[in-house]
C-alpha cells in the first residue's frame, strides 16, 4: 500500500470550474511533487517543493497553482482548465532534492476537463 | 541535459521464461538510476535504484538490474517471468546534482503470456 495518499482519485469538471487536488505523506519526506501523465505516456515534472518552498515549476500554466501548507501536504489548484489537461495527476515525495532517495507516488487523481 | 530511453514499447515473454527491458542513459557526471512499475490505472510503485557500488542491483518481485557505464545502460532483468508481472515499466534518472526530479523513459510496456 503506497504512503502518498491522493484525493480525489477521480474528477470531473468544466472548464469555469475551480477544484483543488490534495496530497498527503506522513513519511517525514521534505520534497513534494506533482507529475501529470497522459495515458501510455511518461510521467511529466510539473512542480517541485523542497521544505515547503517551491523549488521547480516546469514552465507550467498559471491556471494550475501548487500550495504546501505544511511539510505533509501538498495541494493543486486547477482553475479554467482546457480539455487538454485531462490526464491522471501524481503526486510523489522524498528525502530533499539534494539526496539520493527515490520517489514514493501516490495512486493518483484522474482529472477529466470536459 | 539527462536523459534516459527505453527501445521497445512492448517486450512479449513466456510464463517462466527470463525477461531483459533495456534502458540506456544520459547524463552529465555518474548518474542515480532507478526502475519503476505502473500497473493500469495505479500509481507508479519503486522497484529498485543505482546509485554506487555493485554494478548488479537487487530489488523488489525478485527483479534486479545491470548497471553498465561503458555501455550507459540499466537493463532489468527477472530470471523467471510471472503472468502478475505485466505491467508498464519506467526507467528513470536523476542526475547527482540532485537538484532535478526524475526524468523518466517513454515506457515498456511487458506482457507475460501464460
Not at chain 1, 480525489?8 to 490534495?22: A, E, I, Q, R
Request: proline residues 6%; charged residues 20%.
Amino acid at each position: 500500500d503506497t504512503e502518498v495518499t491522493q484525493t480525489p482519485k477521480h474528477l470531473v469538471m468544466g472548464m469555469t470550474n475551480k477544484k483543488s487536488l490534495k496530497c498527503e505523506q506522513h513519511m517525514g519526506h521534505r520534497a513534494m511533487y506533482w507529475y501529470k501523465q497522459k495515458a501510455k505516456k511518461p510521467p511529466e515534472l510539473m512542480f517541485v517543493y523542497s521544505y515547503e518552498k517551491l523549488s521547480i515549476n516546469e514552465s507550467v500554466p498559471s491556471r494550475f497553482s501548487p500550495e504546501c501548507p505544511n511539510s505533509s501536504l501538498l495541494n493543486l489548484h486547477l482553475h479554467a482548465l482546457q480539455p487538454e489537461d485531462s490526464a491522471l495527476y501524481l503526486c510523489a515525495s522524498s528525502q530533499p532534492t539534494g539526496s539520493t532517495g527515490e520517489l514514493f507516488f501516490g495512486e493518483g487523481s484522474r482529472l477529466t476537463v470536459l | 541535459a539527462q536523459s534516459v530511453a527505453q527501445p521497445e514499447d512492448q517486450v512479449n515473454v513466456a510464463e517462466g521464461n527470463p525477461l531483459t527491458v533495456k534502458c540506456t542513459y544520459s547524463v552529465s557526471g555518474n548518474p542515480y538510476l532507478f526502475w519503476y512499475v505502473q500497473y493500469p490505472n495505479r500509481g507508479l510503485q519503486f522497484l529498485l535504484k543505482y546509485i554506487t557500488g555493485d554494478n548488479l542491483v537487487k530489488g523488489s518481485y525478485g527483479f534486479e538490474a545491470e548497471f553498465n557505464k561503458s555501455q550507459t545502460s540499466f537493463h532489468l532483468k527477472k530470471p523467471s517471468a510471472l503472468v502478475s508481472d505485466s505491467a508498464l515499466y519506467f526507467c528513470a534518472v536523476r542526475d547527482r546534482r540532485g537538484r532535478r526530479a526524475l526524468t523518466f523513459g517513454s515506457g515498456t510496456r511487458l506482457q507475460v503470456q501464460p
